[in-house]
């Protein structure tokens, strides 16, 4: 994956990073909110269930993402979508 | 440049940290860094320091591989033996990690080479196993304003001290004045070494050398730490610069051109 799969839009960033387990949720993740500004929205969709959880802890523990919000898109597929502002 | 998918993957455990991420990791692929001896010391710094995705790794040796190092330097093996240490260490590097540039030099460090050597370094490793050595890596160091640390190990023993000219910390040369001008100590081979010590402290010389690059956490500047595997005494020491050095004091003179080092009178076994 590299930076095609990120978007800019309006300050929103979207990254789609379905197929990827932990830790490297949180390490795609952790790369797209350094190379945003402070404020800046993230759309991260994933399909990783622990990362639900896990992506938005460790965001918080390492100061550099805030989550704003959990969206279940595909409760079959079981794909959701976090919105992290960049700290 | 971005991380490729492969770098990311491979520093993935490294990126995690808070302390590193991305932005650290790329200040390590940018990074230049210069190993002296890829001995007992320099096996794990280079291992380490490769595996980290280091941009660039110097290593320096003139020495070939013999059976009585293997107990302790871990970058030869069996069928090394008389092979060129440099060429030794190349290969198990290059195969731990070719995203690396891995660089050998096969001279003895002489103070009419030193400079050239270092100087494009961020970042300089002294594993050799001579005193007349370290106060060479040690002048010529400070001369070059590059960061470094020194280590010795013998026995069950190791003491490491890093020198950061940059912040004008504490030298060898300041804790040790001129101890060329004494006799030899004991060496490895006389004295015995316990084939782990130059494991754990090369892991702590890699460690100082990462932590300096990526400007975290505190360095072993202005002490000495002292490890004593046997008793498990780990101690640190206070040392201060000394303002008449003459290597890094306020009136410091260009040592590497008018001091005698008698490194050939060292032993270097």
Redesign the interface.
């Known amino acids: 994956m590299n930076d095609n799969n990120v978007t800019i839009f309006e300050k929103i960033h979207k990254l789609d990073i379905r197929g990827k387990v932990c830790p490297m949720t949180f390490v795609y993740a952790k790369l797209a909110l350094e190379k945003m500004n402070p404020g800046e929205i993230l759309l991260l969709t994933l399909d990783f269930p622990a990362a639900v959880k896990n992506v938005p802890d460790n965001c918080k523990r390492q100061n550099i993402g805030e989550l704003m919000d959990i969206k279940e898109v595909d409760k079959e597929k079981k794909v959701w979508i976090l919105k992290i502002k960049k700290i | 440049m971005?991380?490729?998918?492969e770098q990311?993957?491979r520093y993935?455990?490294q990126?995690?940290l808070?302390e590193i991420?991305?932005?650290g990791q790329k200040k390590l692929l940018d990074s230049k860094i210069t190993i002296i001896g890829c001995g007992g010391l320099g096996s794990p710094v280079a291992y380490y320091l490769t595996a980290a995705g280091i941009g660039s790794i110097k290593i320096v040796d003139f020495d070939v591989v013999e059976l009585s190092n293997l107990h302790r330097q871990i970058l030869h093996f069996n069928n090394d033996i008389n092979k060129k240490k440099t060429q030794s260490a190349y290969e198990k590097l290059h195969k731990l990690n070719p995203d690396v540039n891995i660089e050998v030099v096969n001279e003895v460090l002489l103070p009419n080479n030193i400079k050239e050597i270092l100087k494009d370094s961020d970042f300089v490793i002294d594993g050799s196993d001579n005193i007349p050595t370290k106060m060479l890596i040690n002048d010529a160091s400070v001369n070059l304003n590059i960061p470094f640390t020194i280590a010795g190990v013998v026995r069950f023993n190791g003491q490491i001290i890093t020198v950061n000219p940059q912040e004008k910390t504490a030298c060898y040369r300041c804790v040790f004045g001129d101890i060329t001008e004494h006799e030899p100590s004991m060496s490895c081979s006389q004295a015995g070494i316990i084939g782990l010590i130059p494991g754990i402290v090369g892991s702590i010389q890699a460690n100082e050398a990462i932590k300096c690059i990526l400007k975290i956490g505190d360095l072993i500047t202005n002490r000495m730490l002292f490890l004593d595997l046997l008793k498990y005494r780990f101690s640190f020491i206070k040392v201060a610069r000394n303002e008449n050095c003459i290597a890094c004091g306020d009136n410091a003179i260009n040592v590497i051109e008018t001091h005698d080092y008698n490194i050939g009178d060292a032993c270097f076994e």
Request: aromatic letters at 0%.
């Open positions: 971005d991380l490729t998918s990311i993957e993935s455990r990126i995690v808070k991420g991305g932005i």
